[in-house]
T-cell receptor, first 113, second 114 residues
Framework: KQEVTQIPAALSVPEGENLVLNCSFT??????LQWFRQDPGKGLTSLLL?????REQTSGRLNASLDKSSGRSTLYIAASQPGDSATYLC????????????FGTGTRLKVLA | EPEVTQTPSHQVTQMGQEVILRCVPI?????FYWYRQILGQKVEFLVS????????KSEIFDDQFSVERPDGSNFTLKIRSTKLEDSAMYFC????????????FGEGSWLTVV
């Protein structure tokens, strides 16, 4: 059964820092992995989607990498800003079973001005 | 860009009442989902639906829950007799295929049971 874990659970950094959020999954046989942002009480905003054949994806200050064999992904945020404060979720689709996302526990990020 | 739309955005209901949450998936999508997120907890899979039938349901999706695609555009989640613990954000999602395709999520429906 696929399980997704995110470390750290919470992170507080000063503005301008580069930071790394981690996601690990127990079953390396996945179709893709997606990173989402969630503001308090709001929906899921898709940030980056990495297909299983890809190593990384970039969008602006965000870079996500995927190491399928070790069951890990990282989300790198460069030059963090207070507006980046949110919960970041990763989710994977396993190749076994029904095609669906399994979500991680999330990292709650606070960027201090 | 096409999107998944959900209504209502927020609903408050009395315990024991029936609730229907509505979703309009992206028009050419074939696979549909409902997820739930209790406040402060992780997003949990409830049910997947394809070809007018349930593909998979989680242990959360008990007899109180049902899903339906009543016409060519809507996908609904019904909770027959709501309990306090059903209070959560409910997300609808859809995808065009099941081989690496992106799953798109709606904005969610906040359900508060009092």
């Amino acid at each position: 059964k696929q399980e997704v874990t995110q470390i750290p659970a919470a992170l507080s950094v000063p503005e301008g820092e580069n930071l790394v959020l981690n996601c690990s999954f127990t079953d390396s046989a996945i179709y893709n992995l997606q990173w989402f942002r969630q503001d308090p009480g709001k929906g899921l905003t898709s940030l980056l989607l990495i297909q299983s054949s890809q190593r990384e994806q970039t969008s602006g200050r965000l870079n996500a990498s995927l190491d399928k064999s070790s069951g890990r992904s990282t989300l790198y945020i460069a030059a963090s800003q207070p507006g980046d404060s949110a919960t970041y979720l990763c989710a994977v689709v396993a190749t076994s079973g029904t095609y669906k996302y399994i979500f991680g526990t999330g990292t709650r990020l606070k960027v201090l001005a | 860009e096409p999107e998944v739309t959900q209504t209502p955005s927020h609903q408050v209901t009395q315990m024991g009442q029936e609730v229907i949450l509505r979703c309009v998936p992206i028009s050419n999508h074939l696979y549909f989902y409902w997820y739930r997120q209790i406040l402060g907890q992780k997003v949990e899979f409830l049910v997947s639906f394809y070809n007018n039938e349930i593909s998979e349901k989680s242990e959360i999706f008990d007899d109180q829950f049902s899903v339906e695609r009543p016409d060519g555009s809507n996908f609904t989640l019904k909770i027959r007799s709501t309990k306090l613990e059903d209070s959560a954000m409910y997300f609808c999602a859809s995808t065009v295929g099941n081989s690496g395709n992106t799953i798109y999520f709606g904005e969610g429906s906040w359900l508060t049971v009092v």
